[in-house]
């Protein structure tokens, strides 16, 4: 990951969000409010120009992420049943008595900001690589923060997660908490991903929630993107983010399993979801 910029892929994610707002029939897949408000942000944050947002609500942008899915089958709709299962784990997880949500690797998401003042009495965290989390604040702060969201800037590789968050005043240790890495463990190293799940565990009491989108792992032990994956690996290596981890989905539940955690397959999203990731949730 490139320490200066503010990660393309995440600019990438809330672009296909806001085209994804155009497309018939996604608006009763995609949770209420993503799409006005992902623009709202890409807009105060700078990091999109009004003429890139009126291109990603064309017709002509629905038209060329339909034609890369060739790249990545499903990809460009996969966006959008990964931020409804998301949102649902996120919603079941408070209705079940969390009180904290931690949203990892959050880039451009908003479902911290949508959420905060709908469910008052819970605290939303999210953490990013400092160059991305700042421009994100910059736009929160100008649509308005909420009191119990908290944006930190934080680099995963670099500082070890309990260390951030038992520093954070708001912070409570023995809180039954979501915790959720969207589109971000690919992008770590295998012993950096061991870590922050067994770190996870460590600060979150029982009945706790993970959720996680993860890549295969393919038959010749890279990270498994379909057809193209030399492409795709390659792609993400030029942008500065490359593909690091990936799992064998039959061995999630034993990964899971050492570093404090309960697979539950039963919440997984089915295999026919379109796209390369594949969606699990495990308990504390
Ligand atoms: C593909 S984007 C996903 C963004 C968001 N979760 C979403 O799905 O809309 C990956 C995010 O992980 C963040 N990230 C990658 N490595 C990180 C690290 N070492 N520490 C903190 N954040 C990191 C990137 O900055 C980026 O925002």
């Not at 079941?92 to 908003?110: E, F, M, R, W």
């Amino acid at each position: 990951m490139r320490k200066d910029k503010p990660s393309r892929t995440a600019y990438k994610v809330a672009l296909v969000i806001v085209t994804l707002g155009i497309k018939p029939g996604m608006d009763s897949l995609l949770p209420p409010g993503i799409v006005s408000a992902t623009k709202q942000l890409l807009l105060a944050s700078g990091a999109a120009w009004p003429r890139t947002i009126r291109w990603a609500e064309s017709k002509v942008a629905v038209s060329v992420y339909e034609a890369f899915d060739w790249m990545l089958p499903g990809q460009f709709e996969a966006f959008a049943h990964r931020k409804a299962f998301f949102e649902r784990q996120v919603r079941d997880g408070i209705s079940s008595g969390a009180s904290q949500i931690l949203v990892l690797g959050a880039g451009y998401d908003t479902l911290g900001w949508r959420l905060a003042p709908e469910f008052t009495e819970v605290n939303f965290f999210e953490i990013d690589h400092p160059a991305t989390a700042r421009l994100k604040a910059k736009g929160i702060a100008t649509m308005g923060n909420h009191d119990n969201l908290f944006l930190i800037a934080e680099d995963l590789g670099q500082r070890r997660l309990v260390d951030v968050l038992k520093n954070h005043t708001s912070w409570r240790v023995n809180t039954q908490t979501v915790i959720l890495a969207e589109g971000l463990v690919m992008y770590l190293l295998p012993e950096a991903v061991s870590s922050l799940f067994c770190q996870c565990a460590e600060m979150v009491n029982d009945g706790s929630r993970f959720a996680f989108s993860s890549l295969a792992t393919g038959a010749d032990g890279r990270p498994d993107a379909g057809r193209w994956t030399g492409l795709m690996l390659w792609l993400q290596k030029t942008i500065g983010e490359s593909w690091h981890w990936s799992i064998r989905p039959e061995e999630l539940g034993s990964f899971l399993k050492k570093t404090g955690w309960q697979y539950l397959p039963e919440l997984q999203l089915p295999s026919n979801i379109p796209g390369v990731e594949f969606y699990a949730v495990a308990t504390k």
